[in-house]
């Protein structure tokens, strides 16, 4: 009778995480399956006529050229500085470690506004030079940074990071013993790179690229600021500017397609290669030290995408906030960092909170079911906000349809759009987005955590609940804080699915810094946008902590 109780008293717990599992999964799927239910829906035949024969072409073309442009950008960039700060020895080298990262704190429609006011004619630079120069308009040709090749070179600047990240680590965890051999064979340097050290980060160099296309496709800011037509920018003019949500939905499904095939062709990329340590050795060799105009290029060539991607374009945002800022600074502002602050905190403590039971379930899972659901709910980071966005608002409003007019029906009185008359859905637009970063620092860190503690607690009589509160969460509080903090800045940063779903009169500063940007109003979108970037630098300040402490 007593094992009988035990084996229920541990059977409950899990069902019971598998049941939300099951119902997690369901709802991050939701939207995608709503986007796709409309590829081939009836009704729109003239909006997509229009749009193909008019801009449909563009869309494609335009998305093409800058997911080439920015892939091939991240990856020189990403790999040099990662190469340089991983295997040589120069001046700054130990400050470029972390502070490499520090652009990732700017999101790319932040920088295109920086920029555009920097570059313009009426701007500092141009202003500058007539002034030296003694040049009249007519005098000088300037490049214009609104442009396709111009939303390249910002998309760069930003997320070349992430194949940093990748990229180094790869470099440093490699087995040193391949190159000492390579050195031995006569392979000098150069040769030791691009046959050995870059051929075994290959891996690490395709995902860090693909988590930046990524984030390309899913930026709606940059592109349309700069006047690029893509599908994001497609699927807002469809859905607000001809109010057609099938057609919406169907460019929605078009941009997934691409995300889908980019995902295939970096799966794809790798075929049967394999990338393992083979030499038994894997310490830490010392840095090749560089000296005279090597060492100074290599300190140059670090220094330039810090100063491009976050040096600069902080300065510039902290001069234009102390000199004109926002006007409406003080009562406004602070509404609108209230609503930002909120938003973000109900997702993260919501994002938190079920990717602990997401990660907990799988963790006591003896099949491939849980482990499964969640690699799905991870997806969702795959997805850009505008196809969530159009996802979610397409069911959820059917609902709230549906459920005023119960209501009325029982009371006679309408109350409106319940839902999506409030943050709800755009709550959970940002959970379906965001859960996978949580779930991802969660479940890492629960790995970790010996299967040897469940059995004590079990052989204590403990139940699953009682471990996780007495065992597992005092030694999960810093990831826990962790992910929170990472889904809190995601969401401050999220511009497309708040410029869509967001209720009637309730803005964030992203909004505010898009609104205003975009009403040419460059100075007075500075001081939401520097707020943003200050959000930002909080997990990039513990990152570059934990690489700088991670430095052998």
């Known amino acids: 009778m007593k094992a009988a109780c035990l084996k229920v008293r541990f059977k409950a717990p899990y069902n019971f995480l598998l049941l939300i599992s099951v119902t997690v999964a369901a709802l991050v799927g939701l939207p995608v399956a709503s986007v796709l239910a409309n590829i ?25 050229w800058l997911c080439s442009g920015v892939g091939f950008g991240v990856i020189v960039v990403g790999v040099a500085t990662a190469w340089l700060t991983a295997m040589h020895d120069f001046p700054g080298r130990r400050f470029f470690e972390w502070a490499l990262v520090l652009p990732l704190a700017v999101p790319a429609y932040v920088l295109a506004y920086v920029y555009t006011d920097f570059l313009q004619f009426v701007g500092p630079l141009q202003t500058a030079l007539r002034d030296f120069f003694g040049w009249s308009r007519s005098d000088y040709w300037f490049p214009d940074v609104r442009t396709l090749g ?45 046959r050995v050290s870059l051929p075994l980060a290959r891996p690490a160099v395709a995902a860090g690229a693909t988590l930046a296309l990524m984030e390309t496709l899913a930026d709606y800011g940059t592109v349309s600021y700069f006047g690029v037509q893509t599908f994001t920018t497609g699927i807002y003019r469809a859905w607000f500017s001809l109010g057609d949500r099938v ?60 100063v491009l991607g976050f040096l600069l374009p902080a300065g510039l945002l902290l001069r234009l906030t102390l000199t004109d800022g ?6 406004r502002f602070i509404a609108l960092a209230r609503n930002s602050f909120v938003l973000a905190g109900v997702t993260a403590i919501i994002a938190v909170a079920l990717a602990l039971l997401l990660a907990y379930g ?24 505008s196809v969530i966005a159009v996802g979610v608002l397409i069911p959820v409003t059917r609902l709230d349809n549906w459920l005023a007019g ?18 709800a859905a755009l709550v959970y637009a940002y959970l379906v987005r965001f859960l996978a970063v949580a779930l991802q620092s969660v479940g890492s860190s629960l790995s970790k955590i010996t299967a040897s503690m469940d059995d004590a607690a079990r052989s ?38 708040t410029l869509v779903m967001r209720p009637f009169n309730f803005d964030t500063l992203a909004t505010q810094a898009y609104t205003l940007a975009s009403d040419e109003r460059l100075a007075e979108a ?21 690489i700088a402490r991670s430095r052998r």
């Open 362 to 385: 799988a963790r006591f899972s003896r099949g491939l079911i849980a482990r499964g659901l969640n690699r799905l709910v991870s997806l969702g980071y795959a997805v850009p906000g």
């Open 526 to 546: 500075s001081t939401a946008a520097l707020a943003i970037v200050a959000v930002g630098l909080l997990p990039l300040i513990a990152l570059s902590r934990q």
């Open 150 to 194: 111009g939303a390249v070179l910002m998309f760069v600047f930003v997320l070349y990071p992430y194949v940093y990240l990748l990229a180094r680590t790869a470099f440093i965890e490699r087995a040193s013993g391949m190159l000492e051999a390579a050195r031995t064979l006569g392979s000098g340097p150069w040769r030791s790179f691009f």
């Open 460 to 497: 204590l009589g403990v139940g699953q609940g009682e471990a996780l509160r007495r065992v597992h969460l005092p030694i999960l509080r810093g990831s826990l804080f962790t992910a929170g903090l990472l889904v809190f800045v995601d969401v401050m940063k999220e511009l497309p699915a």
């Open 247 to 306: 057609a919406a939905a169907q460019l929605a499904a078009a941009l997934l397609g691409f995300v889908i095939v980019l995902l295939l062709i970096e799966r794809g990329s790798r075929g049967r290669a394999r990338f393992h340590n083979t030499t038994g050795r894997n310490r830490q060799q010392a840095g090749y030290r560089l000296r005279g105009w090597y060492a100074g290029a290599a300190s140059l060539l670090c220094a330039l995408p810090l």
């Open 406 to 423: 119960q209501w009325e029906a029982l009371s006679g009185h309408n109350p409106g759009l319940l839902i999506t008359g409030g943050i």
């Open 326 to 331: 926002d006007a409406q600074f003080g009562e």
């Open 40 to 64: 081939f829906s009836g009704g729109t035949g003239a909006t997509w006529s229009h749009l193909a024969s008019t801009v449909l072409p563009e869309y494609v073309l335009n998305t093409l």
